[in-house]
């Protein structure tokens, strides 16, 4: 099965700040790497999928990259809005697996 | 608009089975892969169950296999998580997922509890 490592698990930013998220993985997952947001009692929400396509009604300050094991999602200008819990999924390879996720907190 | 809307979750002891149900509209329902995936309280994302869109082949995790069957009905627009033998840890909230899980349903409770 292939491990995703997601880091940090607890973030913490202000309002402007550019953010990262990093995800590895234990092998190559060719770029099939997908970015949700998460807020409280909703379903997660795609940002990104494929590593850098950025999901239809998604704003431009979120951006993905990576190749081979591994991946970062990017908020270049963080707003009020974007605060909840980030996972990466990867979906190459059967058992298709989800990071642990990141909790994002507005300062 | 794509609309995916999970029911049939609920209380149900261990070792009992229950069939969750997801009916799709605003897509070609017969044009996607769809899965399910769940969520413990308070804790991460677990992918249980996919499957083709013409249902010919599905996949599981050792978690899940052997207890749980996904299934659809092409024609009415509907997903299925047929779950058997359940445990305390399947108790979750279950999501239907489109394709390469692009769009998701708002979930359905699941607790498993004598």
Known sequence: ?107 | EVQLVETGGGLVQPGRSLKLSCVASGFTFNNYWMSWTRQAPGKGLEWVASITNSGGSTYYPDSVKGRFTISRDNAQNTLYLQMNSLRSEDTATYYCTRGTSDFWGPGTMVTVSS
């Not at chain 1, 379903?43 to 950025?54: C, E, H, Q, S, V």
């Not at chain 1, 999901?55 to 190749?67: A, H, V």
């Not at chain 1, 697996?97 to 507005?106: A, M, N, P, V, Y």
């Open chain 1, 1 to 107: 099965d292939i491990q995703m490592t997601q880091s940090p698990s607890l973030l913490s930013a202000s309002v402007g700040d550019r953010v990262t998220i990093n995800c590895k993985a234990s092998q190559n997952i060719n770029k099939y790497l997908n970015w949700y947001q998460q807020k409280l009692g909703e379903a997660p929400k795609l940002l990104i999928y494929n590593t850098n396509n950025l999901q239809t009604g998604i704003p431009s300050r979120f951006s993905g990259s990576g190749s081979g094991t591994d991946y970062t999602l990017t908020i270049s200008s963080l707003q009020p809005e974007d605060f909840g819990t980030y996972f990466c999924f990867q979906h190459n390879s059967w058992p298709l697996t989800f990071g642990s996720g990141t909790k994002l907190e507005i300062k």
